[in-house]
C-alpha cells in the first residue's frame, strides 16, 4: 500500500510511480525536469536570435524562421518554463509551509503537471510538423488568422491544453491555502511565499478563463470556419487583444508575485531578521493583484482606444508603482541591520532589487500614454519586459533553486559554482538587455530579423549578443553545478541553511511522504523560528500520533491529458481543404480522419472523467504503528 | 476501513453531510472557486457577443430583432430555473439522509434539463434553415459560441447527474456520495445562472 522511500524499486516502478503519482514533492520535481527542459529549449532560440541579430544584415535565420524564433521563444518561456518553475517550488513547497500533507486535490495536482507537459510537447512538435507559429508570442489576430500552415493551430491547442492544466493547478493552491492550513496558522501567519502563491492562485482563477475563450475564438476561426476575427464577415480583431491582455496582464504579476515570495523568504532567512513590515507586504501583494486587472489596455495604447480609455489605463497603471514601491523598501529595510549571509540566493536577491526597479521605473515611463506611442514595439520594450522578467522572475528562480535545492533533492547546490553562475549570468544579463533600451531610442523596431549595416545599431547589437553568451554560460554552470550536486549525493540534515524560520525547514530530509507524523501547531510568523528561539527547536505538535488518510495513485490523470493531446490532432488538421476554411488552410490535402482523431481523443479523456466520477476512490489510512515506527528511526538516526 | 468513516448511521448524519469530511470540504471550497473562474469564462464570452452582435457581412443576413423569439426562450428559461428548484428538493433530502427522495429529485432535474436541451436544439435547427449559423457571420459565430457554450454545460451537467443517480444506486447514501451530490448542485445552479444573463442580454435586449 504505501511506499517508505528507503525501498529499493527498479526502474520501471520508479518511472510508474511518477507516471502516477499524487504526492506534490514528486510532481514538483516533475515540474522541475520538464520546465528546466523548456526553459533551455527557450534559452537557445533566445541564443539563436541574438546570433542573428549580432551583425547587420545577417543571414543566419532567414526572415520566417525568425519569426517562429521570437514565438517559440517567448511562449516557451511565458508557459512551459517560468510558471512550471515557479509551480515547482509551490509545489515543493507551499504544503509544507501551511503544516499540510498534500494539496487539497492530489488528483488535479497531477492533471495539471501532465496537462503542462503534453501541451508543451505539442507546442513543440510544431518545429518538426511544418513549421512553429509564427505571429509572435501574443499571436494578434491580425496576423495568425492570415500565418499560413498549421503553426498558429498549434500555438492555439497547446495553449489551450497547458492553460487548462495551468486552471486546475491555480483552484488547487488557492484551496489548499485556505483550507489546509495547520492549527495556529491563520492567514496573516502565513509565510510570505505562501501569501503570493495564494495570491498567484487566484490571478490564474480570473486570468486564465479570457486566454481560454480568446485562444478557442482564434481555434474556431482558423479550424473550423468561424468568423470571430474575419473582417469581411463582420468580425473584429481587437477582441483578441483584449482578452489576451485581460490574461496577459494579470499573467506577468502570476509570474512576478511568487517570486516576491521567495525573495522575501531569502531576505528574512538570510539577513536573520523577520521580515520588515509583514502586514504591508501582504497588503501591497493583494493590491498588486487587484491592480492587476485593470491595467491591461495599457498594451493597447496605440490601437486607439481614445485619450478617456488611455488615461485611465495610464493612470491605473502609475498606481502599481505605489504597493510595489512598498514591496521593495521593506526589503531593503529587512536587510538592513541584518547579519548578512551572502548565500547564492542572497546575492540574487540583492541583485534582483536594483535591476527589478529599473525595470519598473521603464514600465512607469511606458504608463505615460503619449510616451508610450514613441516607445511601442521598439526594443524598449523589448529591454524594459526583460528587466522585470529576467531580473526579477529568473533571478527569482535562480534563488529559489539553490535556497529549495535541498528540500527537493536533500543535497546542498556547490556554493562556489553557484557564485559563478551568479556572476555570469547577472553581468550578461545587464549586458544583453541594458543596451536594448537606448537601441529602442534610437528607433530600432522589435520583431524584425535584421538590420541595415550604417542605422547605429551595429555596436549595440552586439555587445547585447556577447551578454547573451554570458547568460548562457552562466546556465552551463549551472547544469554542471547540478550534474555534480546529483552524482555525489551528499545528504544534508534538517535545516541545511542553519537559519530556518518557516515549517518547511523543520522537516527531516528527506521528508516523509505524509509530510507531517503530526500536524504541527503554529504560534506565530516565522513558525520554526519562534520554536527556535522560544522553544526547544522543535515544533509542537498539535495533535497526538495517530491514523491519517491519505489519497490513492492514479493514472487517470495521464489517460486524461493524453485524451486531449490526441483529441488535438483532430482538430489540427480539421480544416485542411475544405472549402469554409481560411485561405492559409483550405489549399491543402483534406484529411479524413481528422475527425475520428478529434472524437476518439475527447472520447478518452470524457470517459476517463466517468470512470474517475464512478470509481469511489477512498485513499488510504497510514496507521499509528507506521508512525510510531518512523518516529523511531528518526529519533536513531539523530543521536 | 477507510469505508466506514463515510457510511454515517443515520442517528449521526451530520447537518451539513456534504462537507462533513475533508475531501467534502475541499470540494465544497475548490468548486466555489472554480465557479469564479467560469463566470469570468461567460463574462468573455458575453463581452465577445455584444462586441459582434449583429455584425454581419451583407444586408441578407437576419439580425437578432428578427431571429429571437421570447416565447420559446421564456419556456426554456422556465424549465431551467425549475430544475434549479428540483435540485435543491434533492438536497433537502440528502440533509435529511432520504436517499430514495433525493435519487428521485435528481432524476426529474435531468429530465427538465433534458427538456430544455431539447428546445435549444429545436431552436438551433430553426435558425440554421433561416440562414444564420456559426460559419455564416461573426454574429453567427458569437451567438452559438455562447449558447452553445452554456448548452455544452448542460449536457455535461446531464451526463454528470445520470452517471452520479446511477453509481449511487447500488452504494446508497453516505457523506461520500453527499459531497458528490452537492458538487453538482452547485454547478447546476450556475448553470441556470449565466441562463438567466443569457435570457436578458442575449434575447430580450435582442428583440427589445
Keep these: 500500500m504505501a511506499q517508505t522511500s528507503t525501498q529499493k524499486k527498479g526502474v520501471g516502478s520508479v518511472i510508474w510511480e511518477y507516471l502516477t503519482t499524487v504526492d506534490h514533492k514528486k510532481i514538483a520535481i516533475l515540474y522541475l525536469i520538464a520546465g528546466g527542459f523548456f526553459f533551455a529549449l527557450g534559452g537557445i532560440e533566445a541564443m539563436l536570435i541574438r546570433i542573428q541579430l549580432a551583425v547587420p544584415n545577417n543571414d543566419f535565420l532567414s526572415a520566417g524562421l525568425y519569426n517562429e524564433m521570437i514565438t517559440m521563444h517567448g511562449t516557451t518561456m511565458i508557459f512551459l518554463a517560468a510558471m512550471p518553475l515557479l509551480f515547482a517550488f509551490m509545489n515543493a513547497v507551499v504544503p509544507l509551509q501551511i503544516g499540510a500533507r498534500d494539496l487539497a486535490f492530489p488528483f488535479l495536482n497531477s492533471m495539471g503537471v501532465w496537462l503542462f507537459i503534453l501541451g508543451g510537447i505539442f507546442l513543440n512538435l510544431s518545429w518538426f510538423m511544418g513549421g512553429a507559429p509564427d505571429a509572435g508570442w501574443t499571436s494578434y489576430a491580425s496576423l495568425s488568422i492570415d500565418s499560413p500552415g498549421h503553426g498558429v493551430n498549434f500555438y492555439a491547442l497547446g495553449l489551450q491544453i497547458t492553460g487548462a492544466g495551468t486552471l486546475m493547478t491555480g483552484i488547487n493552491f488557492a484551496t489548499t491555502i485556505i483550507t489546509m492550513r495547520a492549527p495556529g496558522m491563520t492567514y496573516m501567519r502565513m509565510p510570505l511565499f505562501t501569501w503570493t502563491t495564494f495570491v498567484a492562485a487566484i490571478l490564474i482563477v480570473f486570468a486564465f478563463p479570457p486566454l481560454t475563450i480568446g485562444v478557442f475564438l482564434l481555434m474556431f476561426d482558423r479550424m473550423f470556419g468561424s468568423n470571430f476575427f474575419i473582417v469581411e464577415a463582420g468580425g473584429n480583431t481587437i477582441i483578441w487583444e483584449h482578452l489576451f491582455w485581460i490574461f496577459g496582464h494579470p499573467e506577468v504579476y502570476i509570474l512576478i508575485l511568487p517570486a516576491f515570495g521567495i525573495f522575501s523568504e531569502i531576505f528574512s532567512v538570510f539577513a536573520r531578521k523577520r521580515l520588515f513590515g509583514y502586514s504591508a507586504m501582504v497588503f501591497a501583494t493583494v493590491l498588486i493583484g487587484f491592480f492587476g486587472f485593470m491595467v491591461w489596455a495599457h498594451h493597447m495604447f496605440t490601437v486607439g482606444l481614445g485619450p478617456t480609455a488611455n488615461a485611465i489605463f495610464a493612470v491605473a497603471t502609475m498606481a502599481i508603482a505605489v504597493p510595489t514601491g512598498i514591496k521593495i523598501f521593506n526589503w531593503i529595510a529587512t536587510i538592513w541591520g541584518g547579519s548578512i549571509e551572502f548565500t547564492t540566493p542572497m546575492l540574487y536577491a540583492i541583485a534582483f532589487i536594483p535591476s527589478f526597479v529599473m525595470g519598473g521605473v521603464t514600465g512607469i515611463m511606458q504608463a505615460a500614454a503619449p510616451a508610450d506611442y514613441q516607445y511601442h514595439d521598439s526594443y524598449f520594450i523589448v529591454a524594459h519586459f526583460h528587466y522585470v522578467i529576467v531580473g526579477g522572475v529568473v533571478f527569482g528562480l535562480l534563488a529559489g533553486l539553490h535556497y529549495y535545492w535541498p528540500i527537493m533533492f536533500n543535497t546542498m547546490l556547490n556554493e562556489v559554482l553557484g557564485k559563478i553562475t551568479f556572476v555570469l549570468f547577472v553581468f550578461g544579463f545587464h549586458l544583453t538587455f541594458l543596451i536594448q533600451h537606448f537601441l529602442g531610442l534610437w528607433g530600432m523596431p522589435r520583431r524584425v530579423f535584421t538590420f541595415l549595416d550604417g542605422q547605429g545599431y551595429n555596436a549595440a547589437n552586439m555587445i547585447s549578443t556577447i551578454g547573451a553568451f554570458f547568460m548562457a554560460a552562466g546556465v552551463i554552470i549551472l547544469l554542471i553545478n547540478i550534474v555534480m550536486t546529483l552524482v555525489k549525493n551528499e545528504r544534508v540534515g534538517t535545516d541545511p541553511w542553519g537559519d530556518g524560520r518557516t515549517l518547511e525547514w523543520s522537516l527531516p530530509l528527506p521528508a516523509p511522504y505524509y509530510n507531517f507524523a503530526q500536524v504541527p501547531l503554529v504560534r506565530g510568523l516565522d513558525a520554526y523560528w519562534i520554536e527556535k528561539k522560544q522553544g526547544d527547536g522543535k515544533i509542537i505538535p498539535a495533535e497526538s500520533v495517530g491514523d491519517f488518510h491519505m489519497p490513492n495513485n492514479s493514472i487517470i490523470p495521464l489517460i486524461m491529458s493524453l485524451g486531449l493531446f490526441i483529441a488535438s490532432f483532430g482538430a489540427l488538421y480539421f480544416a485542411d481543404g475544405k472549402d469554409w476554411a481560411i485561405d492559409a488552410v483550405s489549399g491543402l490535402d483534406a484529411k479524413p480522419w481528422a475527425l475520428p482523431v478529434l472524437v476518439i481523443g475527447l472520447g478518452i479523456t470524457f470517459v476517463s472523467m466517468g470512470v474517475r466520477s464512478w470509481k469511489d476512490d477512498l485513499g488510504y489510512y497510514v496507521t499509528k504503528e507506521e508512525i510510531e515506527k518512523d518516529l523511531e528511526e528518526l529519533e536513531r538516526g539523530a543521536k | ?208
Design chain 2, 1 to 208: 476501513m477507510a469505508n466506514m468513516e463515510y457510511n454515517v448511521p443515520s442517528e449521526r448524519w451530520p447537518v451539513h453531510p456534504e462537507t462533513a469530511t475533508a475531501e467534502g470540504k475541499n470540494k465544497f471550497v475548490g468548486f466555489w472557486i472554480f465557479l469564479a473562474g467560469e463566470t469570468v469564462l461567460f463574462a468573455s464570452l458575453f463581452a465577445t457577443y455584444l462586441a459582434l452582435k449583429d455584425s454581419v457581412p451583407s444586408d441578407d443576413h437576419l439580425l437578432a430583432a428578427e431571429l429571437f423569439h421570447l416565447p420559446l426562450a421564456f419556456v426554456m428559461t422556465m424549465l431551467l430555473l425549475t430544475s434549479s428548484l428540483t435540485s435543491v428538493y434533492a438536497i433537502y433530502h440528502m440533509r435529511n439522509n432520504n436517499f430514495q427522495k433525493m435519487q428521485l429529485w435528481l432524476g426529474i432535474t435531468a429530465l427538465l434539463g433534458a427538456g430544455f436541451l431539447a428546445l435549444e436544439i429545436y431552436e438551433f435547427v430553426e435558425y440554421v434553415g433561416l440562414g444564420h449559423t456559426f460559419r455564416s457571420s461573426a454574429f453567427g459565430s458569437a451567438f452559438y459560441f455562447l449558447i452553445g457554450t452554456h448548452g455544452f454545460h448542460v449536457i455535461v451537467g446531464l451526463i454528470w447527474v445520470t452517471l452520479l443517480i446511477l453509481r449511487n444506486a447500488n452504494r446508497g447514501m453516505s457523506v461520500y456520495t453527499a459531497a458528490k451530490v452537492n458538487t453538482f448542485a452547485l454547478y447546476w445552479h450556475f448553470i441556470d445562472v449565466v441562463w438567466v444573463f443569457i435570457f436578458t442580454i442575449v434575447y430580450l435586449l435582442g428583440v427589445l
